[in-house]
């Protein structure tokens, strides 16, 4: 079995912007939080957590109509949000901006497309965002709200399936580009 997911990368630049602006926030907020680091910061797209090596090999192998995918486009990010609420806040992330929708676009095709390999809450509650922190206890989200983001919109090109390794702490893996759309 293996934990998989469609998601969206970022460039370099990005994430080194991301890191930058989280910089000064990482020096002043306690020591149990855990820090997404830079080369993992990803969306995800379409969660299928643990698939057969099966049905792996065909995600893996799969190539898409290009007609049925959106045409490339950016991405901005608006403010900081919380995981499970601002009440009891355990995971920090990077809200996004998707104003012309081909972000959802995108996720609603391949939502539909493996309907039935899929959790159904996956489907349901799709809220695009970067986790950026973890706390097994309660984070300060006033000291989050203070963080200035200085983003540039970030192009979107192509997605892609990432596989989660067992570990201490999270490490994804490419195992598979898909373009979009050129503009």
């Given at each position: 079995m293996r934990r998989v997911y469609f998601g969206v990368r970022f460039s370099s630049a990005f994430q080194s912007d991301l890191c930058s602006s989280l910089h000064g926030?990482?020096?002043?907020?306690?020591?149990?939080?855990?820090?997404?680091?830079?080369?993992?910061?990803?969306?995800?797209?379409?969660?299928?957590?643990?698939?057969?090596?099966?049905?792996?090999?065909?995600?893996?192998?799969?190539?898409?109509?290009?007609k049925l995918l959106p045409a490339a486009f950016n991405l901005e990010f608006n403010d900081i949000g919380f995981f499970p609420s601002t009440d009891k806040p355990q995971v920090a992330w990077l809200g996004v901006k998707d104003e012309s929708k081909a972000l959802l676009s995108l996720h609603e095709r391949l939502a539909k497309v493996f309907k039935s390999w899929i959790d159904k809450s996956n489907e349901e509650n799709f809220n695009p965002h970067i986790t950026i922190a973890r706390s097994r206890h309660k984070l300060n989200h006033e000291l989050f709200k203070k963080v200035k983001l200085t983003l540039k919109q970030e192009p979107i090109h192509e997605f892609f399936l990432f596989e989660s390794l067992p570990g201490r702490t999270p490490r994804y893996q490419i195992r598979a580009i898909y373009p979009l759309r050129p503009k």
């Open positions: 926030l990482q020096t002043r907020a306690p020591s149990d939080i855990k820090w997404t680091a830079e080369k993992d910061f990803h969306l995800t797209l379409l969660f299928f957590g643990a698939i057969s090596d099966d049905r792996y090999e065909v995600l893996r192998q799969m190539s898409f109509d290009q």
